[in-house]
């Protein structure tokens, strides 16, 4: 029987080493990159949508008769404009319809009108002027006939485009009823016989 030298012995088991060792070398990069790659994956943030309601407008454009102020006196017009920018910048582009709808101080509905063309009124009209609602007119009520509170109102555009969700725009107006004294009108007309005159003299008028 033959007998291997000692030393070729412990050479053949460092080459395994050597060999198994080389192995463990590429095997743990390899594993290293995959499970770096596959955490870096779970972690990448992905591009945020833009929100569909992002592209639809709403512009108050009236609350007044030629204008859009915050306080409102005996005459509401509520008008908004609308319109969708994936189908264009003109008022009622990509936009089916409009649901006018006005709330008072407890959120309570006191009128609503939907709009099916630009421009979007609550009392109607709108080509080219809305209709003014004067509340003077209609013993200081809404249209359904109940009373006006004074004070806060929500003018309130309930916008549904022609692709994609409801879009809702809110706005606040203070609502006041006049009490009338700047309607009245007195002027002097005589003070003597004949005239007006702030000197008079034994007679007068």
Not at 38 to 60: C, G
Not at 83 to 108: S, T
Not at 173 to 189: A, K, P, T, Y
């Amino acid at each position: 029987m033959s007998v291997q030298p000692f030393g070729n012995g412990v050479q053949a088991v460092f080459r395994s080493l050597i060999a198994a060792l080389a192995l463990v070398i590429g095997v743990v990069p390899a594993l290293s990159a995959t499970s770096g790659s596959a955490i870096a994956s779970s972690f990448t943030q992905q591009p945020a949508q833009l929100d569909a309601q992002d592209d639809v407008v709403i512009e108050l454009m009236q609350t007044g008769v030629g204008d859009d102020s915050d306080v409102v006196e005996d005459v509401l017009v509520f008008r908004v404009r609308a319109f969708d920018l994936d189908e264009g910048d003109d008022d009622g582009d990509g936009i089916d319809f409009v649901d006018m709808i006005i709330l008072d101080a407890d959120e309570d509905e006191v009128y609503r009108k939907r709009e099916n063309n630009p421009g979007y009124c609550a009392f109607g009209g709108g080509a080219p002027n809305c209709s003014a609602w004067d509340f003077g007119d209609h013993d200081d009520s809404w249209p359904n006939g109940e009373p006006l509170n004074e004070g806060e109102h929500t003018l309130r555009a309930r916008v549904q485009p022609e692709n994609g969700p409801p879009v809702m725009q809110d706005f606040t107006v203070d609502i006041f009823l006049s009490d009338g004294s700047d309607d009245l009108v007195i002027e002097l007309m005589q003070t003597g016989v004949g005239d007006d005159s702030d000197v008079v003299e034994d007679v007068l008028v």
